[in-house]
């Protein structure tokens, strides 16, 4: 029996979710239970600068090393508060607060999804360049011509190895004789005689030009909170930054749940859909386990959650609410139709899994343009909510239509917006007859379900398990997730 306690601050930014939890068994025969759970809120500041960045504000390399300390501060109080009146914590699984999501997907091809429709044409190397930005042009950069060829010095005939022999690197003052002491005088070493022009490669041929910007390959995710920072306040071992082995491994680095939705949500009996609902809403798939069903786990970020209401409300507002109540607000208003398939039309939507998104494309610079086009629709604040509300809804339902092998028998709602009773009652309406329900209502709290996510990766990484599903974040293989970070005081004792 292992007590981990699980942190976790989602796209929303309102609060750090802790779990403290017993866990038993390995890989995906656990047996979880959850102590003790509670939300801390940011400090007001704190959770404005957070925003600030993830809109993309500038911000030098001191202040974000200060912020990224004050987010290991919070998490470390989150720790010690959830722990307090228990037995200590082993493990602390901290996932951070994620300020930067660059998906593989930007400028990359995705190989094929291997349910669903619409995606035999993407059968390609998904880490093969699909095109360059607009200011990566062949023509601007700056090892090739207008038509994207390469400069005469870059052909392979001018790197052959024969410009490479040892009979040309061999500086002829440098023979065993010339290294005698007398030869070794610091007048010899003055900095006249270390001049660029007798450290030019003049024996390599023509000089390369290499690319000032090259087109990177890889994702890239950045969660701030430090978790050496909050091993030593705490005196636990923590382990965090969970998503960059997956992203090494050339994956999106999320969703990275799915496996933790396999062990404790799976079916025999039910194909089933856990659906998150936070700032960013994803989903996993699991059909009813048995055969090779792990296998046939997937899952992707479906769309916008909580993140373009929360912002559309403080609009609204003038900062005086962050979000729509039980979705009180949207619930008295009439959603617009042919805006939500307008919407619908943007090209995330259309891309096939393996896909993750964030307040990068979901911003406050994406609500702006929503709102310029709903003006010609002459929309009240509350049916722009409800708008709102039914494109994060209709986002879901079609991703499953989309590219699920088949509707699933059940629905499980988790996350802030599993407490938005307009939000579940519309996707209840879209989805007819599949049953619609909360985690809560199947063992495993909807509030905290996250959070209890890490401290299960924080256990599997402490065994050596790994913790992601290379078919749903596009990973080469199942890989060991999470930095790990041991305080003072157990380096010390050991």
């Not at 030009?209 to 978790?227: A, C, D, F, K």
């Not at 992601?468 to 890989?479: I, M």
């Amino acid at each position: 029996m292992t007590r981990v306690i699980g942190l976790m601050s989602g796209t929303s930014v309102d609060g750090i979710d802790a779990a403290l939890v017993e866990i038993s068994g390995s890989d995906l025969d656990l047996k979880i239970e959850l102590l003790a759970g509670a939300t801390y809120g940011y400090p007001t500041e704190l959770r404005e600068k957070i925003l600030a960045v993830c809109a993309g504000s500038p911000l030098s390399m001191a202040a974000l090393a200060a912020l990224d300390d004050a987010i290991a501060f919070q998490f470390a109080q989150a720790a010690l508060a959830i722990g307090s009146g228990h037995p200590p914590a082993e493990l602390i699984g901290s996932h951070g607060q994620t300020v930067y999501h660059r998906p593989l997907g930007v400028n990359v091809v995705r190989v094929a999804w291997p349910i669903g429709q619409g995606s035999s044409e993407l059968k390609v190397d998904r880490l093969k360049v699909e095109s360059f930005p607009d200011n990566l042009q062949p023509a601007n950069l700056p090892y090739s011509n207008a038509k994207g060829e390469q400069p005469d010095n870059l052909q392979p005939a001018n790197l052959q190895p024969a410009n490479l022999q040892p009979a040309n690197l061999q500086p002829t003052n440098l023979q065993p004789a010339n290294l005698q002491p007398a030869n070794l005088q610091p007048t010899n070493l003055q900095p006249a005689n270390l001049q660029p022009a007798n450290l030019q490669p003049a024996n390599l041929g023509q000089k390369a030009t290499l690319p000032e910007q090259p087109v990177t390959t890889l994702g890239y995710s950045l969660q701030l909170g430090r978790g050496e920072v909050i091993a030593e306040i705490t005196g636990i071992k923590t382990i965090s930054n969970f998503r960059v082995a997956d992203i090494a491994a050339g994956g999106e680095g999320a969703p990275l749940v799915p496996k933790i939705d396999a062990c404790l949500l799976r079916s025999s009996t039910h194909n089933r859909c856990i659906q998150n609902i936070g700032g960013i809403s994803n989903v996993t798939y699991l059909p009813v386990s048995e055969g090779n069903w792990l296998e046939q786990v997937y899952g992707w970020d479906t769309g916008p959650g909580n993140a373009l209401l929360d912002l559309a409300v403080e609009y609204f507002t003038n900062g005086r609410k962050t979000y729509d109540y039980n979705g009180e607000w949207a619930a008295s208003g009439t959603p617009c139709e042919a805006l939500v398939e307008q919407w619908l039309a943007q090209e995330f939507f259309k891309i096939p899994p393996p896909k993750s998104t964030g307040r990068e494309l979901f911003s406050r610079d994406y609500l702006k343009q929503c709102l310029v086009e709903s003006e010609a629709y002459n929309l009240a604040p509350a049916d722009f909510l409800a708008t709102l509300t039914e494109l994060t809804v209709a986002s879901i339902v079609e991703s499953y239509r989309n590219f699920l092998p088949q509707m699933p028998d059940q629905v499980l709602l988790c996350g802030g917006g599993a407490s938005n009773l307009y939000l579940k009652q519309r996707l209840q309406i879209r989805l007819d007859s599949v049953p619609v329900l909360t985690t809560d209502q199947v063992g495993l709290s909807r509030d905290f379900k996250e959070a209890i996510a890490f401290a299960v990766l924080a256990h599997w990484r402490n065994l050596g398990i790994p913790g992601n599903l290379p078919q749903v974040t596009g990973a080469s293989e199942a890989v060991c997730l999470g930095n790990l970070y041991s305080p003072r005081s157990q380096h010390q004792s050991s």
